[in-house]
């Protein structure tokens, strides 16, 4: 069955550090999201991106936060200057169309120290 | 605005009892609503999906959820609780905005007591 593929499942970084959370979509998907879900609270909106631009972005995602589809293929969150508060699972999400659901990844275990 | 409301942030249940999982949704338009459920450390799994078919959809590991309009209810049921079934259960709708945008529930961890 395919599949969500994040990487890496865990991060470490320095508080100011710049990290890039990757995915990789299932191969026919074309609508693709990053959600954010801080420790024992509930998951969150970051992001959703169609045709190599955002659709829609919530007021987490601010001038900190950027993504794109480098290459066509894996599509990236990047965080720079990083904070305490950037400490979370991070999920992946991509759909086929615009009318169907998102399949999620097994997330990204961002812990900034 | 869309949104979601879980009843009750945990749920104890004994093992053999049945499950019951509140939630109550906002919409504007018909939507399309969904149950998560995410085990410790791990990512979250769809157990079922309601897009406007039939009320009463059934998903994995013998989970049910009822759609009712009248009440903009959308509860998570199983009749018999594994103590496997102890994890975090997510409900969630999405709104076509340009994409298919998914707005979370709060969350019900739900305990099963030997």
């Known amino acids: 069955e395919p599949e969500v593929t994040q990487t890496p499942s865990h991060q470490v970084t320095q508080m100011g550090q710049e990290v890039i959370l990757r995915c990789v979509p299932i191969s026919n998907h074309l609508y693709f999201y990053w959600y954010r879900q801080i420790l024992g609270q509930k998951v969150e909106f970051l992001v959703s991106?169609?045709?190599?631009?955002?659709?829609?972005k919530s007021e987490i995602f601010d001038d900190q936060f950027s993504v794109e589809r480098p290459d066509g293929s894996n599509f990236t969150l990047k965080i720079r200057s990083t904070k305490l508060e950037d400490s979370a699972m991070y999920f992946c999400?991509?759909?086929?169309?615009?009318?169907?659901?998102?399949?999620f990844g097994q997330g990204t275990r961002l812990t900034v120290v | 605005a869309q949104s979601v409301t879980q009843l009750g942030s945990h749920v104890s249940v004994s093992e053999g009892a049945l499950v019951l999982l509140r939630c109550n949704y906002s919409s504007s338009v018909p939507p399309y609503l969904f149950w998560y459920v995410q085990y410790p450390n791990q990512g979250l799994q769809l157990l079922l999906k309601y897009t406007s078919a039939a009320t009463l959809v059934k998903g994995i590991n013998g989970f049910e959820a009822e759609f009712k309009k009248s009440e903009t209810s959308f509860h998570l049921t199983k009749p018999s609780a594994h103590m496997s079934d102890a994890a975090e259960y997510f409900c969630?709708?999405?709104?076509?905005?340009?994409?298919?945008?998914?707005?979370f529930g709060a969350g019900t961890r739900l305990f099963v007591k030997a």
């Open positions: 991106f169609y045709n190599n631009e955002i659709s829609e």
């Open positions: 969630a709708v999405s709104l076509n905005t340009g994409g298919f945008k998914t707005i």
């Open positions: 999400a991509t759909g086929q169309t615009m009318n169907t659901e998102a399949f």
